[in-house]
T-cell receptor, first 114, second 116 residues
C-alpha cells in the first residue's frame, strides 16, 4: 500500500534536547511538507521541499531543521532553540508543489516537552 | 502573501440536512488552487475537494461541492445530506503558483457537529 508513515506516534522530550521526527513516503512524490498544529488551530507550514536536496522555510521555521537527501524521506529536527515545541506535527507529500496537486498526509506525531 | 479565513469556529447541522462551511482567501498570485480537508478526532487529514482558480465550473465530489466565487474571493464547502460520520474539523487551504509556489496556507478550521 502506498502512503506516508510518520514515527513515532507519540514522543516525549526533555527541555534542551533535540529530537528528530521521521517521515517516509512511497508515493514517488517530489514535494514534501512539514506542518505544526496546536490544539484547536489550523496547520502552519514549517518547511517544504520541492525536490531532493532542496528545501525552503515556511512560515514558522525558527527552531526547526530538515534535510532531503532521499526522495522518500524528509526528517524534521526540533532543536532546543524551539521555545514551545509541544504540538502535533504532520508530514505531507504531493506529486509536485503545484497549485493543483492535493497533499497526502501522514498520521502525525504528537510531541510533548516535559 | 496568502491568507485563508474561516469565520465559523463551530457549526451544528441536523443529520440528512445540508451545511455550508465558509472560506475566504487572499493572495497576490494570479493562479492558485483551493482545497478542503477533513480532520476527524484521530488527527489524520483527509483530502475532500479541489478548485483551481481558472476552473469555470464549481468542483463536486460526491456529497461535497465547492461554491467558488472568484470576485468575492470565497470558496465555501457545501456538504449535502449530512451523516454522523461527517462530524470533524474542516480546513480550507490554498497554494499559489508564482510567488507562493509550493507554500500551502491553511485556515483555522471549522468544527462541524452532526446531530442525530
Amino acid at each position: 500500500d502506498g502512503g506516508i508513515t510518520q514515527s513515532p506516534k507519540y514522543l516525549f522530550r526533555k527541555e534542551g534536547q533535540n529530537v528528530t521526527l521521521s517521515c517516509e513516503q512511497n508515493l514517488n512524490h517530489d514535494a514534501m511538507y512539514w506542518y505544526r498544529q496546536d490544539p484547536g488551530q489550523g496547520l502552519r507550514l514549517i518547511y517544504y521541499s520541492q525536490i531532493v536536496n532542496d528545501f525552503q522555510k515556511g512560515d514558522i521555521a525558527e527552531g526547526y531543521s530538515v534535510s532531503r537527501e532521499k526522495k522518500e524521506s524528509f526528517p524534521l529536527t526540533v532543536t532546543s532553540a524551539q521555545k514551545n515545541p509541544t504540538a502535533f506535527y504532520l508530514c505531507a507529500s504531493s506529486i509536485e508543489a503545484a497549485p493543483y496537486n492535493e497533499q497526502f498526509f501522514g498520521p502525525g506525531t504528537r510531541l510533548t516537552v516535559l | 502573501a496568502q491568507k485563508i479565513t474561516q469565520t465559523q469556529p463551530g457549526m451544528f447541522v441536523q443529520e440528512k440536512e445540508a451545511v455550508t462551511l465558509d472560506c475566504t482567501y487572499d493572495t497576490s498570485d494570479p493562479s492558485y488552487g483551493l482545497f478542503w480537508y477533513k480532520q476527524p478526532s484521530s488527527g489524520e487529514m483527509i483530502f475532500l475537494i479541489y478548485q483551481g482558480s481558472y476552473d469555470q465550473q464549481n468542483a463536486t465530489e460526491g456529497r461535497y461541492s465547492l461554491n467558488f466565487q472568484k470576485a468575492r474571493k470565497s470558496a465555501n464547502l457545501v456538504i449535502s445530506a449530512s451523516q454522523l460520520g461527517d462530524s470533524a474539523m474542516y480546513f480550507c487551504a490554498m497554494r499559489g503558483h508564482n510567488t507562493n509556489a509550493g507554500k500551502s496556507t491553511f485556515g483555522d478550521g471549522t468544527t462541524l457537529t452532526v446531530k442525530p
